[in-house]
């Protein structure tokens, strides 16, 4: 394994250098994924282009500096700093809740959010949480930047619409409002070090008694991570908090689910888990949405990516 590598000194030097080299360059930020595949002999490419210490590709603020706003996160920011953002509390939550299962501390201090979503696996920890949130990616490359739904930069296993000399540089997340409360569900056998069997993403926004809107992404059921838009619309044409409404949604959510038999689950368990796992975010989404100061403690922070993981275990 050996190939040129260059340390870009600026977003522009680094869109530069893909321009001359198309696809036989790869970027490095976190490198977790990259440096595993090319190990592997899966990847080879001829340059290694590095943009890890690009600063204006990392970190975590509200746009026009006002939550209400939404908020922009670097796409060279790494897992860690999302699990532990402080910015990242209410409706955001559930990103670092997943942020926080991501492999051991060790990955989570290295991998980025950008590699994670740009590797495009179907398990991707970050997917579900931002598709919840409606997030959209920002791409900058020869002909300019532009903004994509994330649920539209997803094409297949490991595809993006991302392409030769484009970088993705960060995302956006809309304010999911001050009554919502969210939560993500990590299937896994173990917990750590594990990609998800199943996983289950759910934002819940509340208007007094009403459930005014309500998301839900999936990771780990289909090629790409998806919207259960079935389901969403389900609760938002009932409305209520009801155990029965909860659960019509989770069923419906299994429906939209497309997984397949591998060597960690069968298609048939994991669509059960979605039923089960959906069940469970959304009872813990809502109870976040009406009664919002459970979420804010010190413990309850120190708790992110615990509390919200599951073992593979029994179906109830």
């Not at 005014?212 to 992404?217: D, L």
């Not at 998806?226 to 044409?237: N, V």
Request: net charge neutral; with cysteine.
């Amino acid at each position: 394994m050996s190939c040129q590598y260059i340390r870009a000194r600026s977003l522009d030097d680094a869109l530069s250098i893909l321009a001359g080299l198309g696809d036989r360059a790869a970027v490095l930020a976190g490198g977790t994924d990259l440096i595993l595949g090319m190990r592997a002999g899966q990847l080879a490419p001829e340059c290694l282009v590095d943009i890890s210490r690009l600063e204006e590709l990392r970190g975590i603020r509200f746009a026009n500096g006002s939550p209400e706003s939404g908020l922009i996160v670097g796409a060279a920011t790494t897992v860690h700093e999302l699990a532990s953002s402080p910015l990242l509390a209410g409706g955001y939550r559930l990103l670092a809740e997943a942020a926080g299962t991501l492999a051991s501390v060790q990955i989570r201090n290295r991998a980025t959010v950008g590699g994670n979503l740009c590797h495009a696996a179907p398990s991707a920890d970050c997917a579900p949480p931002l598709l919840a949130l409606e997030a959209q990616v920002e791409l900058a490359g020869p002909q300019g930047r532009e903004r994509v739904p994330l649920e539209d930069f997803f094409v297949g296993p490991g595809q993006t619409v991302l392409g030769a000399g484009r970088i993705l540089v960060g995302l956006y997340l809309p304010y999911p409002g001050d009554c919502s409360g969210g939560c993500y569900i990590k299937h896994s056998l173990r917990r750590a070090m594990d990609c998800a069997f199943v996983g289950v993403a759910a934002l819940v926004c509340v208007d007094g008694e009403r459930l005014s809107r309500a998301r839900i992404g999936l990771g780990a059921v289909a090629s790409t991570p998806i919207r259960a838009r079935r389901a969403e619309a389900l609760l938002t044409e009932r409305g209520d908090f009801g155990p029965e409404t909860f659960a019509a949604a989770a069923r419906v959510a299994a429906g939209e689910a497309r997984p397949i038999d591998d060597i960690r689950a069968s298609a048939w368990y994991r669509r059960r888990m979605v039923e089960v796992q959906t069940r469970r975010a959304l009872e813990r989404a809502a109870s976040e949405a009406k009664y919002p100061e459970r979420g804010t403690s010190e413990a309850k922070y120190s708790e992110r990516g615990t509390r919200a993981t599951s073992w593979a275990g029994p179906l109830s």
